[in-house]
């Protein structure tokens, strides 16, 4: 789908028109959510603050990263991906 202007105007200078439309800076599908992570597994903590296969996990344990592809994740607060 092409982007669309969400406005149309023209700038005057002298005798010279000039059109000018603006667009959106950014795409409306993009989008990244953030999940919370167990820092020594990698693993996703659910609503109940357990990771799979570790159980109850603390708070202090806990950092936010993203899954970049199905089953691979990446720490916000480290460079290495952890699987």
Same mark, same amino acid.
């Given at each position: 789908m092409a982007a669309r202007a969400y406005w149309q105007g023209q700038i005057r !200078?002298? !005798?010279v028109s000039?059109?000018?439309e603006i667009y959106s800076a950014?795409?409306?599908g993009a989008q990244i959510s953030?999940?919370?992570i167990h820092e020594p597994t990698g693993k996703r903590i659910k609503y109940e603050k357990v990771a799979p296969g570790v159980g109850p996990v603390d708070v202090e344990e806990i950092v936010k990263?993203? #899954?970049y #592809?199905?089953?691979v994740t990446s720490c916000s607060s480290r460079t290495r991906s952890m699987r």
């Open positions: !200078l002298a !005798l000039i059109p000018v950014t795409k409306s953030f999940h919370q990263g993203f #899954e #592809e199905k089953g």
